[in-house]
C-alpha cells in the first residue's frame, strides 16, 4: 500500500485482497476467520477469493477439529464414540478408534498388533502425548482394573461372582456382597456357566458391557 492512501473502512487493498487468497487456498482457513482477521463482512471475503478452489481438508486437520481439551490436558472427543467411550475417525475409507488415528497422524502408521493404550485412563482422549504403545497383555490389565467404578462391575468381579456360586456361595449372599439384583446375578452366572467363560478371553469382557446396558436398562 502506498503511504498517505488511507483505505476507506470495510474496503479491502489489492494487497490484502492477494494475502486472503493465498490464506484461503491453503484451506486452514474459513471465510468467517478471514472476516475477523480483516475486519470486513464474510460476503466480502466471498467475493475476494471468487473462482479459487479450497482444498479438502486434509485428515489430520479434519481430526483436529474435533477434540477439545479438558482441564487435564485430555484432548477429549467430541465426534462419534463407542458405548465404552473410544472415539471414532474415519480416514483412507477405513474407520480408526481416534486414539489410535491420532498416533498415526501425529507420530507414525502402527504396525499390525500393537496396542495404544492411554496414559490417563481416558479412553475418549486423542491427546498424543498421553498415549503410549504397549502390548495387549497390558491392555487387558488395564481394562480390568479400569472398570472398578461404583457403578458397574470389573470383569474381576463377574469372576469372583462365578467363584463363588461355583463353591456353593449361596445366590442372595453374592447379590448382597456385590449390590448387584438377583435376577441380572442369577441370568449372568447361567451365561457365563454355559460358555465356559476364561478368564483370558476377550469375551469375558462383553458380559460387562452386557450387564452394565441392562442393569441401566432395568433401574
Ligand atoms: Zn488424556
Redesign the pocket.
Known amino acids: 500500500m502506498k503511504p498517505g492512501t488511507a483505505i476507506k473502512k470495510q474496503q479491502l487493498s489489492e494487497e490484502q485482497i492477494q494475502e486472503i487468497c493465498t490464506l484461503y487456498s491453503t484451506g486452514d482457513w474459513s471465510l468467517k476467520r478471514l472476516a475477523k482477521k480483516y475486519g470486513v463482512s464474510k460476503y466480502q471475503i466471498k467475493k475476494a477469493v471468487k473462482g479459487i478452489v479450497k482444498p479438502k481438508p486434509t485428515a489430520l486437520q479434519r481430526f483436529n477439529e474435533k477434540w477439545t481439551e479438558?482441564e487435564?490436558?485430555?484432548?477429549?472427543w467430541k465426534g462419534y464414540k463407542s458405548k465404552v467411550g473410544y472415539g471414532q475417525f474415519k480416514m483412507n475409507k477405513k474407520v480408526y478408534r481416534s486414539h489410535r488415528a491420532s498416533f498415526e497422524l501425529k507420530k507414525r502408521p502402527l504396525e499390525p498388533g500393537e496396542v495404544v493404550r492411554?496414559?490417563?485412563?481416558?479412553p475418549s482422549?486423542?491427546?498424543v502425548?498421553?498415549?503410549e504403545l504397549g502390548t495387549v497383555q497390558d491392555n487387558n490389565m488395564d481394562k480390568l482394573e479400569r472398570f472398578r467404578q461404583p457403578w458397574h462391575y470389573a470383569v474381576i468381579d463377574y469372576l469372583e461372582m462365578l467363584f463363588m456360586y461355583q463353591i456353593g456361595v449361596p445366590i442372595d449372599i453374592i447379590a448382597r456382597r456385590f449390590s448387584i439384583k438377583k435376577t441380572t446375578l442369577k441370568s449372568r452366572l447361567k451365561d457365563m456357566e454355559k460358555s465356559a467363560v476364561d478368564p483370558t478371553e476377550d469375551r469375558v469382557f462383553h458380559y460387562r458391557d452386557r450387564a452394565i446396558h441392562e442393569d441401566r436398562v432395568k433401574s
Open positions: 479438558d487435564n490436558g485430555c484432548h477429549v492411554h496414559k490417563c485412563d481416558n482422549c486423542v491427546n502425548n498421553h498415549l
